[in-house]
């Protein structure tokens, strides 16, 4: 005899890792900031988790906001991810992948969806990839990109499991956003 279920597998959390380089600046901060408001509302309706990670060069600080299920300060949190830019020289995902791999290690933060917000210019380092996409596969969690305002998805792929090009929140491909 089998047993099989048709409930459907529950989400994890969601880590939002965005760039707040110089080239971030103006609408696809704007953007950017719509992106992770989005996620954050449906993190809060299928209570899930949510962690926000803003991040620019490889000297910068990665500024990690996080909101736990049923988290009170939602609101002071939203506006603290909204009001954030870090206006960096330059962009390294490297610091971001590091932490959001560090942050899906912990038991909590199994199955989790990363998404990479950004306009996705900057090369990886190949060993931090590999170590990256080795823990993807052992901790079950995907990855998206989310290029902001640009066609070079070079980088993305390599990272993500999936695209969603933003140009326009109303698009068809930015409901996909919905699905994550």
């Known amino acids: 005899m089998s047993l099989k279920g ?3 597998q529950g989400k994890g959390p969601i880590i939002a890792c965005c760039d707040n380089s110089r080239s971030m600046a103006g609408d696809r901060e704007i953007w950017s900031k719509a992106v992770i408001l989005a996620l954050l509302e449906i993190a809060t309706m299928q209570k899930r988790a ?3 990670m803003h991040f620019g060069g490889r000297l910068d600080e990665l500024k990690v906001i996080e909101v736990a299920i049923g988290d009170k300060n ?6 603290e991810i909204a009001e954030f830019f870090l206006d960096s020289d330059g962009t390294a995902f490297e610091p971001a992948q590091k932490k959001a791999a560090e942050t899906v290690a ?3 933060y ?3 969806d990363v998404v990479f917000i950004t306009e996705g210019q900057a090369p990886l380092a190949q060993k931090s990839l590999a170590d990256f996409l ?3 596969r052992k901790r ?6 989310v290029p902001i305002q640009s066609r070079d998805t ?3 792929k390599e990272l993500r499991d999936e695209i969603i090009q933003v140009y326009e929140l109303i698009d068809a491909e930015a409901e996909q956003l919905l699905e994550i």
């Not at 939602?74 to 506006?79: G, Q, R, S």
């Open 110 to 112: 199994q199955k989790a």
């Open 50 to 52: 949510f962690v926000c």
């Open 6 to 8: 048709t409930e459907k």
């Open 154 to 156: 070079s980088t993305l």
């Open 106 to 108: 912990s038991q909590a």
């Open 74 to 79: 939602i609101l002071t949190k939203a506006v």
């Open 140 to 145: 079950e969690f995907r990855v998206f990109g």
């Open 134 to 136: 080795d823990l993807k």
